[in-house]
C-alpha cells in the first residue's frame, strides 16, 4: 500500500500539502535613497529571473504537449494495426497486453491533463504593479519604498504560481517517461509473442493445393 502512495506521489496523483511563502511580508521603509536602490534593483533582477523561469516552464510545457500527441498517435495506430492478431494470443498473453496497454494509455492521459494544467490562465492569476502607486506618493523615497512593497509581494506571489506550473511539467514528464518506457515493453511483448501465433496463413494455402488434387483425380476418372 505504502509504494502505491508512494508511485501516485510520484506522478502527482496524490497531492502533498507544500508550504507556499508568505505573499504579504512586513517591509521596514528606508529612509536613505541610496539603499532603497538597491533594494528596488534587487527585486527587480529577482522578478527578471522569475519571468525568465516561467517562460522556460511554459515552453518545455507545450513542446511536451505536442510530443505527447503525437507519440499517442503512433502508439493507437500501432495498436490498431496489430489488434486482429490479438485474437491468435492465448488468454494470459491478452491479459498481459492489455494490462500494460491500459497502463501506458492511462499514464499517455495523464501526461496530457496535468501539462494542460498550465494553459488554464484562470487558475494563475498574477498579480501587478498598481496605479496608486504614482499617484499616492509624492515625494522619491515614499515612491521608492512603496515599489518596493509591490514587488515584495509580486515576487512571493508569481513565485508560488510558478513552482505550481513547474510541479505540472514534472508530473507530466514523469507520466510521459513511464507511459514511453511502457510502449517499449508492449512492443517487446508483441514481438515475443509473434513467435507463438500459429502461422494461419501457411494453413490456408496448404488448402487449396489438397483441393486442387482432388478435383484433379477426380477429373481423370
Known amino acids: 500500500m505504502k509504494m502505491i502512495k508512494d508511485y501516485l506521489k510520484y506522478i502527482g496523483f496524490w497531492k502533498v500539502p507544500q508550504e507556499s511563502p508568505p505573499t504579504k511580508e512586513e517591509f521596514k521603509k528606508e529612509k536613505k535613497i541610496s539603499i532603497a536602490e538597491r533594494k528596488l534593483a534587487y527585486l527587480k533582477e529577482m522578478e527578471a529571473n522569475h519571468i525568465e523561469r516561467r517562460n522556460t516552464i511554459e515552453t518545455k510545457n507545450s513542446q511536451l504537449i505536442g510530443q505527447a500527441s503525437i507519440v499517442s498517435s503512433v502508439f493507437f495506430l500501432f ?67 512603496e515599489e518596493i512593497h509591490d514587488l515584495i509581494y509580486i515576487v512571493n506571489k508569481s513565485s508560488e504560481l510558478d513552482n505550481q506550473k513547474g510541479d505540472n511539467l514534472l508530473f507530466a514528464a514523469r507520466c510521459f517517461q513511464i507511459a514511453n518506457i511502457g510502449f517499449g515493453i ?36
Not at 517487446?188 to 483441393?211: G, L, Y
Open 79 to 145: 495498436i490498431s494495426l496489430l489488434i486482429d492478431s490479438f485474437s491468435e494470443v492465448n488468454l494470459l498473453g491478452r491479459i498481459i497486453l492489455s494490462v500494460i496497454f491500459l497502463v501506458v494509455l492511462i499514464h499517455y492521459l495523464y501526461a496530457v491533463i496535468q501539462a494542460t494544467k498550465t494553459l488554464e490562465i484562470n487558475r494563475y492569476q498574477y498579480p501587478n504593479r498598481s496605479t496608486s502607486t504614482i499617484s499616492n506618493n509624492k515625494k522619491e523615497i515614499d515612491f521608492i519604498n
Open 186 to 221: 508492449l512492443t517487446i511483448c508483441i514481438i515475443i509473442m509473434t513467435f507463438f501465433i500459429p502461422n494461419s496463413s501457411k494453413q490456408s494455402n496448404e488448402k487449396p493445393k489438397v483441393d486442387d488434387q482432388v478435383c484433379a483425380t477426380t477429373t481423370k476418372q
